[in-house]
Structures are given as C-alpha cells and as structure tokens.
C-alpha cells in the first residue's frame, strides 16, 4: 500500500519520530541530495534546551553505502520529501 500526506517540517520529524523503527527504509530528499538508507538507530537528544532528532542510516547507494549520522533538526527546513517504507506499507511525506 502507498500513501503519500503533505506535513510541514516540524510535523515530519513528529512523523520520523513516532512511526520510524529500527529496520525501515528512509528516503531522504533534501537540497540536492537524495540519501535512500536503512534505519540503524533513531536518537533524540537535547542540547541547549532544544530537542535534536539524529537517524543513523546504512545508504543504500551503487557508489556511497557507508553509515551516516544525521541531524534532522538541521536539514528541517531544507527537506523536500521523505520515504518511509516498511514491510507493510510505503508512505511518502512531501514537506510544504
């Protein structure tokens, strides 16, 4: 099943945070770059009184497949859409 909703960056990292899990597909989409990776690890840490959402992605790329950190926090206002795919469901959230 495929669904697609339109969030805005704020409500996308609400999405990220309560519906990612270890194993999901995540498909990043944000200024030039396109980051397609599987889930390793979703940490929420609070710096400077301030809530960071960090994902760590295995890239599933032909050229790049290292292990990458990032900050979501950082990227919010630069995503353009984001794919979560599961066994179950694939869900594309484009961020207005």
């Known amino acids: ?8 960056p704020d409500k996308a990292l609400k999405y990220i945070k309560l519906n990612v899990k270890k194993e999901d597909i995540l498909e990043l989409s944000y200024n ?19 809530e960071n959402l960090i994902v760590s992605l295995h890239l599933n790329g032909y050229l790049v497949n290292d292990v990458v950190k990032v900050n979501l926090n950082n ?13 179950e469901k694939e869900t594309i959230i484009v961020v207005e």
């Open 1 to 8: 099943m495929k669904e697609e909703i339109i969030l805005s």
């Open 75 to 87: 990227i919010k206002d630069d995503l353009l859409e984001i794919g979560h795919i599961t066994d």
């Open 32 to 50: 030039r770059v396109f980051a397609p990776g599987t889930v390793l690890d979703l940490i929420v840490e609070e710096e400077f009184g301030e």
